[in-house]
């Protein structure tokens, strides 16, 4: 059982539809992509427990997979309990879910390099948060997903509309937000990081990353960097992934700067970064890799074959029955791909495909990024 049915759920259903699995996809909406794969769907607000347990026990599911953050994640404890395989684990899924948890098992359980951080539940508290970690800072909802409700407060005349944007974008009911100290970093990177039920950690070479609002843009593999600061991410995504437990691909974002390498977040599946690997950058893609290890098939080892990079395409405003311009055109560049991703709705910043691009190993990274941005660019939705 899939709950959350997007993009990236999409793709994990074709990866175990190939290794003989039945699934049932679960969405707030119908017709969610990765319903459009599975062999079942149901149609809930997952922030339902009850809910939840109804179709739960209507399907009695081997395994529950989460895609999204907006979940009752309580519940997967006796989920878990009864025999239910919950991906990563529960304790994982419930630490991530949830931005207060996960950062302060990193920062204080942990002993991990994060930035300075506070949490406020209001915005009085925002107003002394700010005050605390000092401006330019970052405020993110505690529960959200893809950027939303994010954003930076560079002037005291922004604390107002870092909070209404941060209520506006929470998912379910959850008010507190993170208050980040900014970080002088240089480079973002996502390290796919795999949990095997047998055998050893392994790493995807880094993937770079750039964001507005929040929410990736483009990312290219893989991403320069020191094996100083690639064997320090490495043993701090080992070190929280273990502690969190379970087997599956986890996203693992850092920061790097010029002090070294600064833990930011973690998601217990699939990273929207790590499409890049749709490209054939690796022997096996990420969604391949947590197919494998979800179901605990063997995973010998991850190799480097290309050069890629991943750009987005968004909508611009909100509609039905998108459709899509400019793909044939994008096509005609050689090694290219574009995946759109069949969301039946739009809306203005709605990741609703993606441009890839690749090369042979020793290509300049740079190149390959253009070209995909370029790529993006060419193609248009349009909507009704």
């Known amino acids: 059982m899939l709950l959350g049915s997007g993009e990236l759920g999409k793709e994990f ?35 339902d427990g009850a809910a939840l347990d109804a179709i739960v026990a209507k399907h009695r599911p081997d395994i529950i997979v989460p895609e999204i953050e907006a979940i009752r994640t309580e519940r997967f404890y006796g989920y878990e309990a009864s025999g239910v395989q919950v991906v990563p684990s529960a304790r994982a899924a419930n630490f991530t879910m949830n931005r207060k948890a996960i950062r302060d098992l990193a920062a204080k359980e942990l002993g ?67 208050v980040e100290a900014f970080v002088n970093f240089h480079t973002e990177i996502t390290l796919l990081t795999v949990t095997q ?36 991410a490495q043993g701090i995504a080992e070190k929280v992934t273990r502690a969190l437990t379970g087997a599956g691909l986890w996203g693992v974002e850092f920061f790097l700067a010029d002090d070294g390498v600064y833990f930011s977040e973690l998601s217990p599946r699939p990273h929207d970064t790590g499409m890049v690997t749709l490209a054939g950058t690796q022997n096996l893609s990420e969604f391949e890799l947590h197919a494998r290890a979800v179901l605990g098939w063997p995973i010998p080892e991850i190799q480097l074959l290309k050069i890629g990079a991943s750009a987005v395409v968004l909508s611009d405003k909100e509609g039905t029955n998108p459709s899509f311009e400019g793909v044939n055109e994008a096509l005609l560049e050689k090694n290219t791909d574009v995946r759109l991703f069949g969301k039946p709705t739009t809306r203005p910043y709605r990741r609703m ?32």
């Open 353 to 384: 495909a993606v441009a890839l691009a690749y090369d042979e190993i020793g290509t300049a990274v740079e190149n390959v990024k253009l070209k995909a941005i370029n790529n993006a660019k060419k193609i248009k939705v349009t909507s009704h």
């Open 13 to 47: 259903v074709i990866a175990v539809k190939r290794m003989g699995q039945y699934v049932v996809a679960v969405d707030s909406y119908d017709n969610a992509p990765a319903q459009q794969v599975a062999d079942e769907r149901e149609v809930i607000n997952m922030l």
């Open 112 to 178: 991990l390099k994060t930035a300075n951080y506070r949490y406020a539940k209001s915005f009085e508290e925002l107003q002394a948060a700010v005050v605390e970690v000092g401006i330019p800072c970052v405020v993110k909802p505690l529960m959200s997903s893809s950027g939303k409700g994010q954003s930076t407060i560079k002037t005291s005349e922004d604390i107002q509309k870092a909070w209404d944007y941060s209520q506006a974008g929470k998912r379910g009911d959850l008010a507190e937000v993170i």
């Open 197 to 232: 039920k047998m055998g050893p950690t392994l790493f995807c070479p880094p993937i770079g990353h750039r964001q507005e609002r929040g929410d990736y843009q483009e990312s290219w593999q893989p991403c320069v960097m020191s094996d100083a600061h690639l064997a320090e």
